[in-house]
């Protein structure tokens, strides 16, 4: 880290360990779903927004909402193939400036995260709990415990793949989960999607993710088409950005590629910024126009082209991932 980074306000610190838990955890699981599955794209979805397209995730009322409703895992990390099955697990990261020991409790809080979601029958859907030990002195360490396993959702049945073209309404399912007993089953609350649902979970997932895309391109409308009322579609309904006076109107060519998105402009410790977030410019014309089958085609069949040089000619600092995004900083004397 910076000086700064280490030199934190205690009131920042619980930031810091959060983004760099998550940051760290997302990274981490999608390049061990990757190495298992190398012919596949893998998505890192944001399972909290994900799961208000079917479920009211904020309670009424005065009461209490029961804890298994209040711990959700924090992403869903999808192994995909145009026209196959995917493959989902689930994920929960934490992150802490403490010691091991706090690890392990987090860890362990990590744990009824997962367990209140259930995809298919009960308890068999595979997880990941990341942790990520942030020391003052001593060198990052991340923590990992796996539930093994394999979750196909195969609709029953079917065998055309889902339309993720396919504009979704608010749903309002039932918070309940069935786990069985010595008796038969009982009722559980929690979040669980049987396999009569797994094509409406595949689109969930799919546009869930277009829209984290198109959001950070620039937000707005393009966002807001893909979420629900509960999703936040509102949030998204008109352009806002804060440090940014045009959205979605800047193009740059990064090592030969044309991209779309945004262009922001900020200070750090007094010296100018120039940071660039965006898309591939075809794919961001497929996810702008609503067609995310064309968008998840054409990634795949991009999958280990993009190049992995993490600066150019123009930019201090560039990362383009797998899902055809791209960030580009550089400085700027005043």
């Known amino acids: 880290m910076s000086s700064e980074g280490r030199d934190l306000l205690r009131f920042y610190k619980a930031t810091q360990s959060g983004e760099n838990g998550t940051g760290f955890a997302s990274l981490l699981a999608e390049y061990?779903?990757?190495?298992?599955?190398p012919d596949h794209s893998v998505s890192v979805i944001?399972?909290?927004?994900?799961?208000?397209?079917?479920?009211?995730?904020?309670?009424?009322?005065?009461?209490?909402?029961?804890?298994?409703?209040?711990r959700r895992p924090h992403f869903f990390v999808e192994a995909w193939q145009p026209g196959q099955p995917s493959k989902v697990l689930l994920l929960s990261s934490k992150g802490t400036h403490s010691s091991v020991h706090q690890v392990q409790k987090q860890l362990s809080t990590a744990s009824a995260h997962v367990e209140s979601m259930h995809i298919g029958p009960y308890g068999t859907v595979p997880y990941l709990l990341i942790g990520t030990e942030i020391p003052t002195t001593e060198s990052l360490a991340v923590h990992i415990l796996e539930a093994p396993g394999t979750t196909f959702l195969r609709p029953p049945g079917e065998t055309s793949?889902?339309?993720?073209?396919?504009?979704?309404?608010?749903?309002?399912?039932?918070?309940?989960v069935a786990r069985p007993t010595d008796r038969g089953k009982?009722?559980?609350?929690?979040?669980?999607?049987?396999?009569?649902?797994?094509?409406?979970?595949?689109?969930?997932?799919?546009?869930?993710?277009?829209?984290?895309?198109?959001?950070?391109?620039?937000?707005?409308?393009?966002?807001?088409?893909y979420l629900t009322e509960e999703q936040g579609r509102r949030h998204f309904q008109h352009d806002a950005h804060s440090n940014t006076a045009r959205l979605r109107d800047a193009e740059h060519r990064i090592h030969g590629i044309d991209f779309?998105?945004?262009?922001?402009?900020?200070?750090?410790?007094?010296?100018?910024?120039?940071?660039?977030?965006?898309?591939?410019?075809?794919?961001?014309?497929?996810?702008?126009?609503?067609?995310?089958?064309?968008?998840?085609r054409e990634v795949h069949a991009l999958r280990g082209q993009w190049p992995d040089r993490s600066t150019s000619e123009q930019w201090n600092a560039v990362s383009i991932r797998a899902d055809g995004t791209v960030m580009a900083i550089r400085l700027r004397d005043e």
Request: proline fraction near 5%; glycine fraction near 12%; hydrophobic fraction near 40%.
């Open 186 to 225: 009982t009722t559980v609350p929690g979040f669980q999607v049987l396999p009569d649902s797994f094509a409406w979970f595949n689109v969930v997932r799919a546009r869930t993710e277009a829209a984290t895309l198109m959001a950070f391109t620039g937000g707005g409308k393009p966002t807001a088409q």
């Open 46 to 70: 944001p399972a909290d927004v994900a799961l208000k397209a079917g479920w009211t995730l904020r309670g009424s009322g005065t009461g209490a909402r029961p804890e298994p409703l209040q």
């Open 260 to 296: 779309v998105g945004t262009d922001h402009i900020y200070r750090l410790n007094g010296t100018r910024v120039e940071a660039f977030s965006g898309l591939q410019g075809n794919l961001y014309m497929h996810l702008h126009h609503g067609r995310v089958n064309e968008y998840r």
């Open 32 to 37: 061990i779903v990757r190495s298992r599955y």
């Open 161 to 176: 793949e889902a339309d993720l073209d396919l504009v979704l309404g608010q749903e309002n399912r039932m918070a309940d």
